[in-house]
């Protein structure tokens, strides 16, 4: 009877009289008072289409997996390329470019143009390109694609037009940089090599001028060729075999000696006067074993030999460790003379490269610093100190110190907040740096007209979460709190963590701030809760835990509960606020408590610990595990310091904690929050049938994006930071089927009526929580305390607060909390909450103004909490009493007026996707709904109206990771974390895509090249000064004639004319513009020059064919034919 009357219950709260979702639904609380109609809300809407526009703007982080470094020792810039074709480029500080090849192929080697403005990158589909740099957002002026040969290297010398390419065949090319176009001058392998030599000498790996004579060009091959090539004379000075590959190969700078290194750890030094055998083999690593015979090396991959006037020469190379010396880190040796010195790396060595004074080879070269690139790492080495200490970086290349897990971004925050916080965070900040100024000092960048405090916060696996300042378009770290100190330090292979085998207990999964009471919450994988208040005065303090036993078991019957009559929960009954030192019960638990499961996963300090300045801990929360299953995760948490409340929810139901007092207010199943108002039918089923672990529902109800395959007891932060490229196609199916086939169908199925009915094994998770000044009830005359809750089911529900007003009696008396029973749905999860007043403009949630706890004692001004109320009613003279509540949810957005509850405006967003993110953002002196999909689409839609503002396909597929980590804010603004190691911004108002130019760096600044030294006459004359050599007379068209049209073929840039529009002015600007369109009239003069030829063959044959009939003809009387 009782389970009949239940459904009773659902019909009639969906009757016609209160139908739901409705313009003129509501809920069963209450009677409808007189309230605005639509027709009375009059909301001058200002935005337009054309306020908006999706662009990128910078790049912040270390780029993902990168593959080549380039230095420009004039410009002082440094080029970094990546494995996905993109390219960043960093000067000084607030100089950071981020480039991206069309194609995605791995950029093998970068070059510059010297002093150009210049860059040529070398990509795996054998594709040059040359970058434009003049100008801020740089781009590609020309693109040369080999179609027959595979690029292995490219060598540009200093103030030369001409780039020789090596290529897998063995050949060398050479191409024009200015026209991009081949030269018909090639070096053959065949050529180079010895007529009587049996093998093929295998790939070019480098090709260098002779410092002495820029007409010969050192050829190395990967077999241990090497061959000096005289250019002039088009043969080769000499020839080197060696029985070891070659790696890579160094000049001493006066041309007469050069260095290779090679795939056994040996550095062999050769002498021009005698190439038949080394002048010096050396094992830098390799010691002799007691047999005699040296031990066994790794290869040393790359090898420089760089000169210097005060001091013996530096030989710099990477690798060559001896096999035997297993788990050693990557290392980077420095010989100095006698010294020899290791540096050990945290990561692989991708590329090094060595600064020095000169951009010219055959000068002493005097070095000052290397830079190495490591796979997730950029450092810099100082070589003018003995013990040569490193840069400290002033980008933001940690980012991805440990895995980011979750982001959260804040425009126009309070201006006093980053001062304080980077005063603090200064303190931690690592010593032994090199005092010298950061050697990569290029460009030029002014703070921008359009600047105001913005704040970038990180979560990480570790259980870190990092602060940064991201004003004008930059990122450094202001701040970093480590929550794994709450806890005491798990042992390894005990816990509870373990038994669940979770690599990170502490990953941080959402963070909620509110900057103006700095109170700042974290949440954790382990279903914790960490609550910290900023202070400036470091304190001794007892950690406060709260336990909370939050249940829904899936086999009990639904019966009505002891308050089903009153389903505006007027008495708190059961719920009331319960001692911190207690578990609160969850209702319909049936469960009997064992000393066995009742216990967090993770262990609070019980002791009184020391705490530094910064943000300090008042309160932990932690979920208990239940009948031998751990907590679910908690998938949506909400804070007011105005309040003084906490919000958090999941998969079994709410909780409410006044962290003031730190007692549980409110512990409820989301099943008994509807009170007599569920609208769902509710089937049972028999007990114990296909049971499943609880925590296997935890995510399911944020967006739905898990597949099936991926329901563990934990949903880990790898699905975040280390997707793979073969799982894109697993995320696209995802984003085609967001959610369970069941699902689907039960939800195109519950749309066609006002009941609809649900399998039990759905559960319903909270996906969002909003405290806020609203009205708890339709009756309700002036606005109170609420909190609104959505749910993975769409629905809506509202619950009323009372909270004591004088602060003794906050303190003091207890918060009344109790659900009114209000419901409302929507198509999909509910994401977003956000309320405004009749007149459009949004309404701030209520907060405590900072105050700090820990400061002394003051009698003439004591210590009160000072709270800052925006009412909906203070500007409603006009509209009268109530405001609007937007929410969004996974596919649908409504506009509801309250307390009427009825709905204004309501907007299908996508039928095809759902919806990831969604904010109402204050952009143009106005408001707008800001929505991210699933199949890459942003949306903006204006408010109260949501009418579509913007509709752009931005993102050709989404995965996991964005998809956690896409955040709008204020201000036109939007982050991601594009991969795991870099945040992307964009902007979606036309306003800063107009401003961009201005708030960008420059990549190049005008400086004169540094003159060659003066040898001097003696030197000249004994030591031989470089010859003159021009290469345009051996490599241009005259010369050599014209390379093969099918070897390579040549490709405008996009960007060509643009780019030169804004690089350059007067006299080089209209010289690069007539080059332009020489190369356009060159190509199209090819063309007809082919189609002459064409017609030319035609007309010959067609004289052959007549000459042939005449003669045929000719004797033939006028009657034969």
């Not at 900023?534 to 001794?540: A, E, G, I, V």
């Not at 190049?1004 to 004994?1022: C, H, M, S, V, Y």
Request: overall charge neutral; glycine content about 8%; charged content about 20%.
């Amino acid at each position: 009877m009782k389970k009949f009357r239940k459904v009773l219950d659902g019909l009639t709260t969906s009757s016609p009289g209160g139908t739901i979702g409705t313009p003129s639904g509501g809920s069963a609380a209450g009677t409808p008072t007189a309230a605005p109609t639509p027709k009375e809300i009059d909301v001058q809407e200002t935005l337009i289409s054309e306020n908006f526009q999706l662009c990128k703007t910078v790049r912040h982080g270390f780029p993902y997996q990168p593959t080549a470094l380039a230095f420009d020792p004039v410009q002082k810039i440094l080029a970094i390329g990546s494995r996905s074709g993109g390219v960043r480029i960093l000067g000084r500080p607030g100089v950071d470019c981020y480039c991206q090849h069309e194609s995605g192929a791995a950029v093998l080697q970068l070059q510059f143009l010297i002093n150009e403005g210049a860059l040529v990158t070398a990509c795996a589909d054998d594709t040059l390109h040359l970058w434009n740099l003049r100008q801020r957002r740089p781009a590609v002026l020309h693109s040369l694609k080999f179609n027959r040969e595979r690029i292995t290297f490219c060598h540009l010398p200093f103030q030369s037009k001409w780039l020789y390419v090596g290529t897998e065949r063995g050949n060398t090319h050479i191409v024009n940089i200015e026209s991009f176009v081949l030269s018909g001058y090639v070096i053959m392998w065949n050529k180079a090599i010895e007529l009587s030599t049996k093998t093929h000498p295998g790939p070019v790996v480098h090709l260098s001028d002779s410092p002495k004579d820029e007409g010969k060009l050192l050829i190395g091959f990967e077999s241990g060729t090497v061959v000096q090539w005289d250019l002039r004379a088009k043969k080769a000075d000499f020839r080197i075999y060696y029985d070891e590959a070659i790696h890579s190969v160094s000049w001493h700078h006066e041309g007469k000696t050069f260095m290779c290194s090679h795939s056994d750890g040996s550095l062999t030094l050769w002498n021009l006067r005698n190439t038949t055998k080394p002048f010096q083999v050396t094992f830098p690593h390799g010691k002799i074993q007691k047999d005699g015979r040296k031990e066994s090396c790794k290869p040393i991959l790359k090898v420089e030999y760089k000169t210097s006037r005060s001091s013996e020469p530096f030989v710099i190379f990477s690798g060559g460790l001896s096999y035997d010396k297993a788990g050693r880190r990557p290392t980077l040796t420095i010989m100095h003379g006698k010294a020899i010195t290791v540096l050990e790396m945290d990561y692989p060595i991708v590329e090094f490269m060595v600064l020095c004074e000169t951009p010219y080879i055959n000068e002493v070269q005097d070095p000052y610093a290397v830079v190495v690139l490591l796979e997730k790492d950029l450092i810099v080495v100082d070589l003018t100190q003995s013990n040569f200490p490193v840069f400290e970086n002033p980008y933001p290349m940690d980012v991805h110190e440990s895995p980011v897990t979750c982001t959260a971004y804040f425009a126009d925050c309070p201006p006093d907040i980053i001062p304080i916080l980077y005063s603090i965070g200064a303190k931690h900040k690592k010593t032994g740096y090199s005092q010298k100024e950061w050697p990569v000092s290029g460009g030029s960048w002014t703070l921008g007209s359009h600047t105001y405090p913005e704040i970038i916060i990180t979560g990480h696996a570790d259980g870190s979460v990092k602060f940064w300042d991201a004003s004008a378009f930059t990122l450094q770290m202001l701040y970093k709190l480590k929550t794994s100190k709450v806890f005491e330090k798990p042992k390894p292979g005990e816990g509870r963590a373990a038994e669940l085998g979770e690599e990170d207990p502490f990953a941080v999964q959402m963070v909620s701030w509110c900057p103006q009471s700095r109170i700042f919450c974290v949440v954790g994988i382990s279903a914790h809760i960490i609550l910290y208040r900023f202070s400036k005065y470091d304190s001794n303090t007892q950690i406060v835990s709260l336990e909370v036993r939050l249940q829904c078991d899936s086999e009990d019957i639904i019966t009505p509960s002891e308050n089903e009559n009153n389903p505006c929960f007027s008495e708190p009954g059961p719920h009331s606020p319960q001692p911190h030192h207690q578990h609160p019960a969850s209702p319909g638990s049936r469960t009997p408590e064992g000393a066995k499961d009742s216990i967090p996963c993770l262990k609070v300090k019980d002791r009184v610990v020391r705490v530094p300045p910064g943000y300090q801990s008042e309160l932990v929360i932690q979920l208990l595990w239940v009948d031998g299953e751990p907590p679910p995760q908690i998938t949506s948490v909400d804070i007011n310091s105005a309040y003084g409340l906490l919000a958090f929810g999941n998969c079994n139901g709410l909780a409410v904690v006044d962290y003031l007092q730190k007692t549980v207010l409110l512990c409820i199943s989301t099943l008994d929050l509807y009170g007599a108002t569920d609208p769902y039918q509710r089937l049972t089923r028999s007990p114990r049938r296909n049971r499943q672990s609880t925590s296997e529902f935890c995510m399911r109800g944020l967006s739905n994006f898990y597949s099936d395959s991926k329901k563990r007891i934990r949903t880990s932060y790898q699905s975040l930071t280390e997707l793979t490229d073969n799982q894109q196609s697993t995320d696209m199916d995802r984003s085609k089927s967001p959610t369970s086939e069941s699902r689907e169908n039960s939800f195109s199925r519950s749309r066609s009526s006002s009941v609809s009915s649900i399998d039990r094994d759905t559960k319903e998770a909270v996906t969002t929580l909003q405290f806020g000044e609203s009205y708890g009830r339709k009756n309700d005359v002036l606005p109170g305390p609420c909190l609104w809750v959505g749910t993975s089911l769409g629905v809506v529900l509202l619950i009323p607060m009372s909270i004591p007003i004088d602060h003794e009696e906050r303190m003091e008396d207890s918060v009344t909390v109790g659900p009114s029973g209000a419901v409302q749905m929507l198509k999909g999860s509910v994401l977003r909450f956000a309320f405004l007043d009749c007149s459009g403009a949004l309404i701030q949630c209520p907060y405590e103004v900072w105050r700090d706890q820990n400061a002394p004692e003051d009698s003439d001004r004591p210590r009160r909490r000072k709270l800052v109320h925006f009412s909906p009613s203070s500007s409603q003279d006009a509209c009268g009493e109530g405001h609007l509540t937007v929410v969004c949810s996974e596919r649908q957005a409504k506009v509801f007026l309250m307390p009427s509850q009825s709905c204004l405006f309501v907007h299908n967003i996508t039928e095809s996707s759902f919806v990831l993110r969604a904010d109402v953002v204050s952009v143009c002196n106005s408001v707008c709904l800001a929505c991210f999909c699933a199949n890459g689409h942003v949306m903006m839609l204006s408010l109260p109206s949501l009418r579509p503002l913007m509709d752009v396909n931005y993102l050709p597929l989404t995965d996991m990771r964005i998809a956690r980590t896409f955040y709008f804010t204020n201000g036109g603004q939007a982050l991601y974390l594009s991969s795991p190691t870099e945040i992307q911004r964009i902007t979606y108002t036309q306003e800063m895509c107009d401003n961009l130019q201005e708030m960008l760096g420059e990549l190049f600044t005008p400086i004169e090249t540094p003159e060659a030294q003066n040898r001097g006459f003696l030197k000249g004359f004994f030591g031989g000064n470089p010859q003159t050599f021009d290469r345009e007379e051996l490599f241009g068209e005259a010369a050599a004639g014209k390379a093969s049209r099918s070897l390579a073929q040549h490709i405008p840039g996009q960007g060509g004319l643009e780019g030169m529009k804004v690089a350059a002015g007067g006299a080089v600007g209209e010289l690069a513009r007539a080059r332009i369109a020489l190369d356009e009239r060159g190509q199209r003069l090819g063309e007809l020059e082919e189609r002459t030829a064409l017609m030319m063959t035609s007309a010959e044959t067609f004289s052959k064919h007549a000459h042939e009939m005449m003669l045929k003809c000719k004797d033939k009387k006028w009657y034969q034919f």
